[in-house]
């Protein structure tokens, strides 16, 4: 399956705004989804500060029960660290794929090596 945090925006009291104030400046709370191949969701955290990172969510959500079954794995973003049944692209490799320029003579992309090959792909 496939998992990841998104932001959703939110209005909130003026003395309560710190913790939920993202790293984009902006209020919100960090949701974080997961969904298998089939595109069903399996699980969602949601009332996460906008502040929490991805990992620190996914982290407390595996210390209350979340599991991956037997011989999965999640693909997860480079907001995650590679651990068993979670899936991260390679760090400080190019990731997204505006990041690459087009051979001018087809639809190929240059890869530097596997790793490059390996991101987008993810």
Partial sequence: GAMDGTHIPITIA???TAPYRN???TLSQNVMLACDFDLNFTFISCGWEGSASDAGVLRSALSKGFHVPEG???LVDGGYANM???LAPYRGV???ISEFRRRRSS???DYADYEELFNPRH
Avoid: I, L, V
């Fill in 14 to 16: 003026e003395e309560k």
């Fill in 23 to 25: 790293r984009k400046g």
């Fill in 72 to 74: 999965k794995f999640f």
């Fill in 84 to 86: 068993p049944s979670f």
């Fill in 94 to 96: 190019r990731y997204h």
């Fill in 107 to 109: 639809r190929r992309y």
